[in-house]
C-alpha cells in the first residue's frame, strides 16, 4: 500500500501524509519491499521520486491485484447477504397471478442481481429435487409428503371448473359438485393427484363413480381439448387470469373446496438467497392473512348490522300493528 501511493503521488511526504504515518516509516516499509523484491522501485532525489521501469511494471501489476482482491471481497460481501447470487425455485402452477407471481415480482424487484432459474414439474418431482439440492425452494400441494425438508404454509387458492363456453353449467356464477356428477373429466397426467383425488373423493358414493380420464399434455393442449367439448376439467384460482378460446372458468362452491400451497426447501441449505426469498415469503403471507381477516371481519360486521336492522324494522313493524289493532 505504502509503494502505491508513493508512485500514485511521486513523493514521501505526501504518500506518509496520506496514510497519517511518519515519512521515515514511508520509506523504511518500501525499502524493505524493494529488499525483497531485490530490484529498486524509485529513484530517489532530493527534490522529487522517479519510478523506475521495474517499478512501474510492479505497481501496475499491484495494483490490479489490490483492486481484484477488492472487487473479490465485496462480492464475497453482498453474495453473503443474497443481495446477489443464484436461486433455483420449483414450481407447479400457473403464475399467472396470485401470491407466487406477487412473490417472485417483489423478491427479483428487490434482489435484481439474483439470477433465479425456474423447473415446473409436479410436487413429487419438485421435492425429489430439493433433496437432490438440484432445487433451493419447491412450491407444492400441502397434500404431498415432503419427508426431510422443512415445510411452510404460505396461501390457498379456490377450485374452478374449466367447461366448453357453451355448456350448460357456463351461464352459472358458481358450480356445486353435486352438478358435476355426470359430467367426463379430462385431467394432466403429468400434473399432481390432488385435483384428480378431490374428483373421486367428491364424486364417488354406492351408486356413481366419477368419469376421469388423465392425458399425457400440456396446459393449453388441454384446454383446447375442452373447448372441443371432450370433458370438463379443474384448475387452480391463480391459472384462470390466463384466458383460452371458447372455455370459460366457474368457481366451485364450498370454503373447504380450498388448494393449500407450501414452499419446501433443506434446513441445513445455507444459500443467503434463499434465506431472503423465504423471509420474503413469510411476510407476504403474514401480510395477506391479516388483510384477509380484516376483509371477512368488515363482511361480519355488516352482516350483523343487516340482521340488526331486519330485526329492529320487523319489532316496529309488529308494534304498529299491534297500535293499529289497539285503536
Known amino acids: 500500500m505504502q509503494a502505491l501511493l508513493v508512485g500514485e503521488y511521486l513523493s514521501f511526504q505526501r504518500a506518509a501524509a496520506a496514510l497519517g504515518v511518519r515519512q521515515s516509516t514511508v520509506s523504511r516499509r518500501v525499502r524493505q519491499l524493494e529488499d525483497e523484491l531485490g530490484v529498486s522501485l524509485f529513484e530517489r532525489h532530493r527534490a522529487h521520486v522517479r519510478m523506475t521501469n521495474a517499478g512501474a511494471q510492479f505497481l501496475k501489476l499491484a495494483g490490479e491485484a489490490l483492486n481484484q482482491l477488492d472487487h473479490a471481497v465485496r462480492t464475497a460481501s453482498a453474495a453473503g447477504t443474497g443481495s446477489i447470487g443464484r436461486l433455483s425455485v420449483g414450481i407447479l402452477s400457473s403464475m399467472a397471478t396470485g401470491f407466487l407471481r406477487d412473490l417472485i415480482q417483489t423478491y427479483c424487484m428487490r434482489h435484481p442481481k ?17 433433496l437432490k439440492r438440484q432445487l433451493d425452494v419447491a412450491f407444492i400441494r400441502d397434500t404431498v409428503q415432503a419427508p426431510g425438508c422443512e415445510s ?21 356464477k358458481e358450480v356445486g359438485w353435486a352438478d358435476l356428477r355426470n359430467e367426463h373429466f379430462i385431467i394432466r397426467q403429468s400434473a399432481d393427484p390432488e385435483l384428480g383425488k378431490r374428483i373421486t373423493t367428491r ?24 373447448s372441443i367439448g371432450l370433458g370438463v376439467s379443474l384448475t387452480s384460482e391463480a391459472a384462470i387470469a390466463t384466458p383460452f378460446p371458447k372455455v370459460v372458468f366457474r368457481p366451485i362452491t364450498g370454503d373447504d373446496d380450498l388448494l393449500h400451497f407450501n414452499a419446501v426447501y433443506l434446513a441445513h441449505n445455507d444459500n443467503p438467497a434463499l434465506r431472503r426469498f423465504l423471509a420474503l415469503a413469510r411476510k407476504m403471507a403474514s401480510e395477506r392473512r391479516r388483510a384477509t381477516a380484516r376483509s371477512d371481519g368488515s363482511r361480519i360486521r355488516t352482516s350483523v348490522t343487516t340482521v340488526i336492522s331486519l ?7 309488529a308494534l304498529v300493528r299491534r297500535l293499529d289493532l289497539t285503536t
Not at 330485526?311 to 313493524?317: D, F
Request: charged share 20%; net charge negative.
Open 152 to 172: 411452510l404454509r404460505l396461501w390457498s387458492e379456490r377450485i374452478f371448473v374449466v367447461l366448453p363456453e357453451n355448456h350448460a353449467l357456463s351461464e352459472r
Open 311 to 317: 330485526l329492529l324494522a320487523s319489532s316496529l313493524g
Open 203 to 226: 364424486l364417488t358414493d354406492a351408486r356413481h363413480t366419477p368419469s376421469l380420464q388423465k392425458l399425457d399434455v400440456g396446459r393449453e393442449t388441454l384446454m383446447n381439448l375442452v
Open 114 to 130: 439474483v439470477a433465479i432459474q425456474f423447473l415446473e414439474r409436479a410436487s413429487v418431482n419438485n421435492v425429489d429435487a430439493v
